[in-house]
């Protein structure tokens, strides 16, 4: 089983921007996405890169102000934060899974957290006001 290492969170203040990185031992699976988790919040999808298509996708919440990358030739996914306010501050989670197959047409990768088998640990991500 592989294992995805998280880092780059930090203390910001609002406005700025930070990059988050997850590494991943080997090359996991096609999916590797990007989940939030704030305090008493549930878990939330908010990107998602289909590794061998190079396809991704951005939760609406965070389209515009948050970019996922890959750089597959180091089994790395990044996760560009901007604009960052009080209510980004949460526990950032890298995931790994597989394609699943749609409407019995297409392979994709969505921001179900139920498609992910595999997790870090996350890294922490606080802006404040």
């Known amino acids: 089983q592989g294992e995805l290492v998280e880092s780059g969170g930090d203390s910001v203040q609002a406005g700025g921007s930070l990059r988050l990185s997850c590494k991943a031992s080997?090359?996991?699976?096609?999916?590797l996405a990007w989940f939030r988790q704030a305090p008493g919040k549930e878990r939330e999808g908010l990107a998602a890169?289909?590794?061998?298509?190079?396809?991704?996708i951005h939760a609406s919440s965070v389209r515009g102000r948050f970019t996922a990358s890959q750089d597959m030739a180091k089994n790395t996914v990044y996760l560009d934060l901007n604009e960052l306010n009080a209510e980004d501050t949460a526990l950032y989670y890298c995931?790994?899974?597989?394609?699943?197959?749609?409407?019995?047409?297409?392979?994709?990768?969505?921001?179900?957290?139920?498609?992910?088998?595999?997790w870090g640990q996350g890294t922490q991500v606080t802006v404040s006001s």
């Open positions: 080997t090359r996991i699976s096609d999916c």
């Open positions: 995931a790994a899974g597989r394609a699943r197959l749609r409407f019995g047409t297409y392979f994709s990768c969505s921001l179900d957290s139920t498609d992910y088998d595999y």
């Open positions: 890169i289909y590794t061998t298509r190079d396809q991704t």
